[in-house]
């Protein structure tokens, strides 16, 4: 059973700035597709940002653009996302979430694929 572990939410500054940690455990971590999403109240959950089991494409979603990065560390089975200029529409649970299905084929991502969740960690942006 994969088991998901995300931390480093919090409560920040608009233009502040938080580094989320998904470890994995269970699997052969470098086998899977990482990615996080976020669900804000009354929203459903949407992608935000994945990165590829191979060769680490990545994929960042128009919000995230410019001020998002993830990335991830094989060796210690954990992945990364790294906000910066965080502005108060980025308060929402952060989960991160993980498939070893074919979720990144062909240049495109099936989100519907991602099937493991972490508990999630809440990030709040102050105005």
């Known amino acids: 059973q994969v088991q998901l572990v995300e931390s480093g939410g919090g409560l920040v500054q608009a233009g502040g700035s938080l580094r989320l940690s998904c470890t994995a455990s269970?699997?052969?971590?470098?086998?899977?597709?990482m990615g996080w999403f976020r669900q804000a109240p009354g929203r459903e959950r949407e992608a935000i940002s994945c990165i590829s089991k191979l060769d680490g494409a990545t994929f960042y979603a128009d919000s995230a653009k410019g001020r998002f990065t993830i990335s991830r560390d094989d060796a210690e089975n954990t992945v990364y996302l790294q906000m910066n200029n965080l502005k108060p529409e980025d308060t929402a649970v952060y989960y991160c979430?993980?498939?070893?299905?074919?979720?990144?084929?062909?240049?495109?991502?099936?989100?519907?694929?991602?099937?493991?969740w972490g508990q999630g960690t809440q990030v709040t942006v102050s105005s």
């Open positions: 269970g699997c052969t971590f470098s086998s899977y597709n």
């Open positions: 979430g993980a498939t070893n299905m074919e979720a990144f084929y062909g240049g495109y991502w099936d989100f519907s694929l991602f099937g493991t």
